[in-house]
């Protein structure tokens, strides 16, 4: 009944930008915090971003100052923009939401992620 759909993954240079989006839909009330994590292989999943609904976003130490997450609340969607990329980004990154459903309920899901690839 929920769908979180990332977009905007692929292949970067080391220092260049790619944009990725993330468009919840489905049976949503209401949405709550978003947020980016990523996966390298052989890795934990790790967070990346962290936005609210004030669009207010907190970062890891790892992409603080090159990555900007935002959100536009009236499309359901949540936005990376990550500059000055190293090889060290490259990882499969997830979408998470906490959601109001209009069935009451309130949980959290998950995108199936992108994969982003840095060449150095």
């Known amino acids: 009944q929920v769908q979180l759909v990332e977009s905007g993954g692929g292949l970067g240079q080391a220092g260049g930008s790619l944009r990725l989006s993330c468009a919840a839909s489905g049976s949503i009330f209401s949405i709550y915090g978003m947020a980016w994590y990523r996966q390298a292989p052989g890795k934990e999943r790790e967070l990346v971003a962290a936005?609210?609904?004030?669009?207010?976003?907190d970062y890891s130490d790892s992409v603080k100052g090159r990555f900007t997450a935002s959100r536009d609340n009236a499309k359901n969607t949540v936005y990376l923009q990550m500059n000055s990329l190293k090889p060290e980004d490259t990882a499969v990154y997830y979408c998470?939401?906490?959601?109001?459903?209009?069935?009451?309920?309130?949980?959290?899901?998950w995108g199936h992620g992108t994969q982003v690839t840095v060449s150095s």
């Open positions: 998470n939401a906490d959601l109001l459903l209009r069935t009451g309920v309130r949980s959290f899901h």
């Open positions: 936005i609210g609904t004030g669009g207010s976003a």
